[in-house]
């Protein structure tokens, strides 16, 4: 898509330098009012017209003052609104902030997994390094450390995660499904919900997921809780080490928001490998929400914004890329692309095969 930038006059491009400049106050700010519970208990009020502040400080038990300063700063940001009677409503601003499932699971994971990392962001633009991944832990990338962030971090990483692949998953099911694959590979498997899914999905399948240690762990024990502990197996592996290897045998490999977390380089190296343990019928499937196929610019923000948490905190060289760039890594790895599905309103499903 083509951005368009708004055309401002001086006094509304300083007025927005200024918004940016205060972003995270506005940011904590919005935060404290969803946690302390003021954006519900006034949505609830709004059949009377709204409480007032002093209402919202003795309902909620929160001190006067508190609930004053989160409020101007609230209706100034256009999250909140007054009328004559001091009385308080949530604008459409503060309703989506509130209620809208993406802009939550967005906000959480911005505050829970991303916010004191991104300080040092400047640190890893110099360094090409995950310089912020100290605030949540030591490892080399967040991947190591997944199956051990608190649990707060770990809620808010995998709701962001499942939120931008769940809702594509019943119709990319029914797409592999129609090539009657008997043995799949679902490569960074997770927490193993596309696994278990392909299992209730067909009777017949067996699914291998390639994964980390500490992520394949988590993964079978949930397969097995799930009933499939014959047909889920697991196959340990770090991409990043020196020769990692992938068995052979699969009809089809799957990989979904699963790229973009790696480098250029990495990515073709990563389907290098699996191009040399594919049979000449088998088929790779890459499922991506690529930045230049996004029909709203809210979409496109939202994973040009996800590019900087993998700068800072997953793994300090990796991004949500164009299409454009992910023809060319698929070409440079041996394979050729065979179709080119739109799934959803996101998302694309990049199907190949080797050369």
């Given amino acids: 898509m083509q951005t368009t930038t708004k055309k401002m006059n001086a006094i509304e491009a300083l007025e927005e330098a200024h918004r940016i400049a205060f972003a995270p106050f506005v940011f904590q700010a919005s935060v404290s009012l969803r946690k302390l519970g003021i954006l519900d208990y006034i949505f609830d009020q709004r059949i009377t017209g709204g409480p007032t502040a002093e209402e919202i400080s003795q309902k ?3 001190s006067p003052y508190g609930v004053g300063v989160l409020l101007e700063i609230a209706q100034t940001s256009n999250i909140v609104s007054k009328n004559d009677a001091e009385q308080y409503e949530l604008t459409k601003v503060g309703y989506f902030l509130n209620y809208n499932e993406t802009a939550s699971v967005n906000l959480n994971f911005a505050h829970d997994v991303c916010y004191k990392g ?3 962001l ?5 360094t090409g390094k995950p310089e912020g991944l100290k605030e949540l832990g030591q490892w080399p990338t967040i991947y190591e450390g997944l199956s051990k962030l608190k649990p707060a971090e770990q809620k808010s990483w995998f709701d962001f995660d499942h ?7 019943a119709e990319a099911l029914e797409k ?3 090539r009657k694959p008997k043995t799949l590979f679902d490569i960074g498997g997770n927490t193993g919900k596309f696994s278990i899914k392909c299992c209730n999905f067909n009777e017949e399948v067996h699914v291998k997921i390639v994964d980390l240690p500490g992520q394949l762990n988590m993964a079978l024990a949930n397969a097995e809780s799930n009933g499939f502990k014959d047909r889920i197996s697991g196959h340990p592996i770090d991409w990043l080490s020196e020769n990692p290897q992938i068995p052979s045998g699969a009809d ?3 990989m979904c928001q699963f790229l973009d977390c790696f480098s250029e ?3 073709v190296k990563v389907l290098g490998i699996c191009a040399n343990s594919m049979d000449d019928d088998a088929e790779l499937v890459i499922v991506e929400t690529f930045t230049d196929r996004q029909a709203f610019r809210a979409s496109q923000f939202i994973l040009e914004a996800t590019s900087l948490y993998f700068t800072v905190l997953a793994n300090g060289n990796s991004k949500m890329y164009p299409a454009s760039v992910f023809m060319k890594l698929i070409d440079k790895a041996g394979l050729k692309l065979k179709e080119d599905i739109q799934l959803g309103e996101y998302h694309t499903m990049l199907i190949c095969e080797k050369k």
């Fill in 265 to 267: 380089e990495e990515i």
């Fill in 118 to 120: 991104l300080f040092h």
């Fill in 252 to 254: 089809l490999i799957w």
């Fill in 60 to 62: 909620l038990s929160l």
């Fill in 176 to 178: 592999i499904f129609e």
């Fill in 122 to 126: 400047n640190e890893s633009i110099k």
């Fill in 163 to 169: 939120h931008y692949s769940d809702d594509i998953f």
